[in-house]
């Protein structure tokens, strides 16, 4: 493994991975959520998508054994541990300054989907739009009767997940800012993560 890197609180980061490392990302306080982000490191209109993983993984979340795909229906990252409870969400668009502004917010709120325009920018990837990311223990799930909720998350300081890449990608990760809702624990404060690359 290359070490332990930041992914300062309320901020993103991005990195290259070849196809066979493993991507560890670590909840290093337990509540926060982090938003990732797949790319094709050579055409980088394929991304990791929500939409056909769920149908590729019949599954509304992914488990160890399983892959993401590609909007091309490819894997691009196969799940190989989880020492968390496995509550992770799929279904919800990265934060963005208009959520913020329904929320009540007067003033720019840093948000993921700018975190990963900045994170792309800075190894000289530009996208005209934002997927819908891989939502690192988010606590988000559907009811029953169709609601949906979001509560704190039920993972614990030090719980990780590992990936193996499936293909050479840039891959980003937002410490999720929210601190309007109970996305990242009662408290509400965004915190650190950290991942490693190897």
């Not at 300062?8 to 509540?31: C, E, F, L």
């Not at 993984?57 to 795909?69: D, H, I, N, T």
């Not at 890449?165 to 410490?175: E, L, T």
């Amino acid at each position: 493994m290359s070490g332990l890197q930041l992914i300062p609180a309320r901020k993103g980061i991005a990195a290259w991975a070849r196809k066979g490392q493993t991507i560890r990302i670590v909840n290093t306080h337990g509540t926060q959520v982090v938003d990732t982000w797949a790319f094709n490191a050579d055409d980088p209109r394929e991304f990791m998508s929500m939409e056909h993983s769920r149908v590729q993984m019949q599954r509304a979340a992914p488990k160890p054994g399983l892959s993401l795909v590609t909007n091309k229906r490819r894997p691009i990252l196969t799940m190989l541990e989880d020492t968390s409870p496995g509550v992770h969400d799929t279904t919800l668009a990265a934060c963005d300054v208009y959520r913020y502004q329904l929320l009540g917010c007067k003033d720019y709120h840093d948000n993921c989907t700018d975190n990963l325009a900045t994170a792309l920018a800075s190894i000289g990837i530009e996208l005209p739009l934002t997927p819908c990311p891989l939502n690192l223990w988010e606590n988000s799930r559907a009811m029953p009767d169709y609601t949906q909720v979001i509560e704190p998350p039920v993972s614990k300081p030090g719980d990780h997940v590992s990936f193996r890449a499936d293909m050479d990608i840039a891959i980003v990760f937002s410490s999720c800012p929210q601190d309007l809702v109970p996305t990242n624990g009662a408290d509400g404060i965004p915190k650190d993560a950290h991942f490693e690359i190897g």
